[in-house]
């Protein structure tokens, strides 16, 4: 128990810390409630429509693909440390996860999922370009 003992003091004095910040600025801080200070903030823009509304299935489709992808980066960081230790082996290794992530890209570059504006629509101008 005595190693956990300077783990569970920090977290008191975090906790605590942070409450007692958080009850000065309660107690001590400015209270002029404006609408533009009480609407939720959006990035700097303005919000707009409803919090709950649907998102298309391409939204997902690419978030998805992302945290796909960016997890499979993160796991060249090892073999990078590593690249002296593994030699040609490695090499040959790390190449194969190219040739795979290349192909998983190709096939959802192909099939569509990162387009995001509709389609008809550039169909449309390049038809009127043509005419």
Not at 54 to 81: Q, T
Not at 87 to 96: D, N, P, R, Y
Not at 106 to 113: A, F, N, Q
Request: with cysteine.
């Amino acid at each position: 128990m005595d190693g956990w003992a300077g783990v569970f003091l920090m977290i008191v004095l975090g906790a605590g810390f942070g409450g007692v910040m958080i009850g000065l600025s309660l107690l001590l801080g400015p209270k002029n409630p404006t609408p533009e200070k009480l609407a939720p903030y959006e990035c700097g823009m303005p919000a707009v429509g409803d919090a709950r509304e649907r998102h298309s299935v391409k939204f997902y489709l690419v978030a998805m693909i992302f945290l796909l992808f960016d997890i499979e980066i993160a796991f060249l960081y090892p073999w990078a440390v590593a690249l002296r230790d593994l030699g040609w082996v490695g090499f040959a290794q790390l190449v194969t996860f190219f040739m795979v992530l290349s192909v998983g890209y190709v096939y959802v570059w192909r099939k569509g999922v990162l387009d995001w504006g509709p389609v008809a629509r550039v169909r449309d101008t390049v038809d009127r370009k043509a005419a």
